[in-house]
């Protein structure tokens, strides 16, 4: 038998599954390690590439020094999001629930559901490209391919939190052995390479592409993403506890975001060798590359390219999907099926994707990953903000509340983030007023009135927790106050209802039925034929099926009948979750019991899950009882 409960936990189906208590040492470290590198994969998605390649082609090895830049901001931000997860127990988009009003909360998910898009369109191009390049499918072909990744992403949650983990972190491990072994093959100048990481002035194009690397590199959804990972391990909640998982978790981030950066800076180092350094400095093109890496190199360099492309576009698909649950429930309390929230999102993603290969082609697509790049800039300030906010609060964070240095640090990169993405947005409404005359009206009446409401709510995401710094209320309780027990009286059920499938559960169901009711209630057992005949014929229908199936039920009533308890047959036709629920209605049920089949996901996404659907068509109990595993 099964009993579900809503919990409040982030991701609360792998909530506190990773067992970290009673282990030492490396087995102590290990058992950390894993979240970061779910949250890495997005800084080496296929969204990166294109910064990464223009940064390389057009000036050399010059900005491998903004990459460091952006990958100190990313760790710094990344960490705050970790202990935040670690002791408040709550994810980024919870915390803002209980601080910020529910329309602004709204407004907040909005936000981060578009940039949670982009960054599925960006994994979306990536996978198609690297797909066209590899093995020459069509583009067309590719993007549409790229809705079966749903599948494999409910297959690897149904396996638990550390498969999922492993999976993750052997596709990072495929696009690091691919760049190293470009790296032999390219052979670039390392005395050049040093001389990358000292910081040098940047005209107007260098600082476009450096906007474009910290905006591609520190991706809002990986803020989210990690402050609630971070709450898969069960940890000792005691101060020394909390302070060893926030300690462990920081090697965990620290080594999972230096691989991220050695996949970038490859990327850089790749693209200045191989390009710049042979005048080709306009390749900001994933295909151009490719090309180029053929012209040049031969077969296995552009092969290792592809290979690792849909490596970065498919592990960064995974993480999408969970970053968009998260955000979901914390911001919304709104849960809906992992399958079906991951198909609207990618749906979201593909139609923009689908159509611009159909006007646009090749170029096109390069145009719209860079778009999304943006995009997800516009995006950071309203998740870092509040997340400054949430870890420097002395009174809920406690001794673990974020130090003097450590805050200025945070809100500087934070001031150069929202200040560079100001810069940039102003420079491309400026830009798409001078396109055309007819233009400008749009640009007028319709972005900058949008772009000056978003800066208005940034404004006041920023002010808000500073003029109401201690609410000691939750603005929204999930699920509400807990009611006052006054009676306990115990329930007793005249009209039992008992769905019967004819499997090896339906002895347990009826069990469990009896249990409920005893000898003074009367038992109606359920069946419904399924059959297509049933479905368009009804109660007319008298196949073999419905046949067999009457004659079996009136065994069971008649094994009831003989131990003494009121009992009747009643057959239902058609969809089972309609026709229960009218022979509910036509009987007055008070009290219904229902076998679960035990199904794994996949059968449960084909044949769907009788038991939800009937739940939402009767307003009486349902007991659910699951088949029992034998040991």
């Known amino acids: ?50 910064t990464d390649l223009a940064a390389g082609s057009q000036f050399g090895y010059k900005l491998i020094w903004v990459l460091l830049l952006s990958n100190m901001i990313a760790l710094l931000l990344q960490n705050l999001a970790v202990r935040l997860g670690i002791v408040r127990g709550l994810d980024l988009a919870q915390a803002s629930k209980h601080t910020y009003p529910r329309f602004i909360n709204f407004c907040l998910y909005i936000l981060a559901q578009i940039a949670i898009i982009a960054c599925d369109l960006a994994e979306i191009i990536g996978m198609a490209i690297g797909l066209n390049l590899l093995f020459g499918l069509p583009l067309i072909w590719g993007v549409s391919i790229t809705l079966l990744d749903t599948l494999l992403l409910l297959f690897l949650l149904n396996k638990g939190m550390r498969k999922l983990e492993g999976f993750i972190i052997s596709l990072i491990f495929v696009v ?122 031969g077969k296995l360099a552009p092969a290792l390219f592809a290979i690792a492309l849909i490596a ?109 993405n100001v810069r940039l947005v102003i420079q491309e409404i400026e830009t798409w007023a001078a396109a055309s005359p007819g233009s400008a009206t749009l640009v007028n009446y319709v972005i900058t009135p949008v772009a000056v409401a978003i800066g208005l709510l940034l404004l006041y995401v920023f002010l808000r927790p500073l003029l109401y710094k201690h609410a000691d209320q939750p603005i929204y309780v999930p699920h509400g106050i807990a009611a006052a027990l006054d009676n306990l009286d115990a329930v007793s059920y005249k009209q039992i209802g008992i769905t019967i499938d004819f ?7 009826i069990r469990h039925a009896l249990m409920q009711g005893g000898k003074k209630a009367h038992y109606t057992l359920i069946h419904v034929v399924e059959t297509a005949g049933a479905r368009y014929y009804g109660k007319q229908v008298m196949d073999n099926e419905t046949q067999s199936d009457a004659d079996n039920l009136d065994k069971y009533v008649a094994v009831l009948i ?31 019991v229902m076998g679960s089949h035990g199904h794994k996901v996949l059968k449960d996404l084909i044949f769907g899950t009788t038991v939800d659907a009937v739940r939402h068509k009767v307003n009486i109990p349902v007991l659910v009882v699951k088949p029992q595993r034998k040991k």
Not at 262 to 271: Q, T
Not at 318 to 343: C, S
Not at 503 to 509: K, L, T, W
Request: charged content about 15%.
């Open 1 to 50: 038998m099964t009993t579900t409960t809503h919990d409040n936990h982030s991701l609360g189906n792998v909530h506190n599954t990773v067992t970290t208590e009673n282990k030492t040492g490396w087995r102590k470290l290990l058992s950390f390690l894993g979240p970061a590198y779910l949250v890495s994969v997005g800084y080496m998605d296929p969204g990166n590439w294109a």
């Open 176 to 297: 690091g052995i691919a760049f190293l072994a470009q790296m032999f093959i390219v052979k670039p100048d390392v005395v050049d390479i040093a001389r990358g990481f000292i910081p040098t002035t940047l005209n107007n194009q260098a600082l476009y592409i450096a906007i474009g690397i910290i905006g591609a590199t520190v991706m809002p959804h990986n803020l989210y993403l990690h402050s609630s990972l971070v709450q898969t391990r069960k940890i000792d909640r005691s101060e020394a506890g909390v302070k060893n998982a926030i300690r462990y978790n920081f090697w965990d981030t620290t080594i999972a975001l230096n691989l991220a950066f050695f996949v970038n800076a490859a990327i850089l180092i790749l693209a200045a060798s191989a390009f710049f350094g042979r005048g080709y400095h306009e390749v900001a093109e994933i295909q151009d590359a490719h090309k180029l890496l053929t012209s040049i190199f």
């Open 312 to 420: 970065a576009g498919q592990s960064s698909t995974v993480t999408g999907t969970l970053a968009g649950q998260i955000i979901m429930e914390g911001h919304l309390n709104l849960r809906i099926a992992p399958w079906l929230r991951r198909l609207l999102t990618r749906l979201l993603a593909i139609v923009p994707a689908f159509f611009t290969v159909l006007h646009a082609g090749d170029e096109g697509l390069g145009k719209l990953l860079i778009l999304s790049q943006v995009v997800l800039s516009l995006q950071l300030g309203f998740a870092i903000i509040p997340l400054i906010h949430f870890t420097s609060d002395k009174k809920r964070m406690g001794k673990f509340a974020t130090s003097l240095p450590l805050k200025v640090l945070a809100w500087t990169f934070a001031t150069l983030i929202v200040g560079l």
């Open 503 to 509: 499997s090896r559960n339906d002895q347990d169901c």
């Open 562 to 592: 003989k131990l003494g308890y009121k009992a009747e047959a009643n057959i239902g036709f058609g969809s089972p979750a309609a026709s229960i629920a009218q022979i509910v209605k036509d009987t007055k049920t008070d009290f219904l």
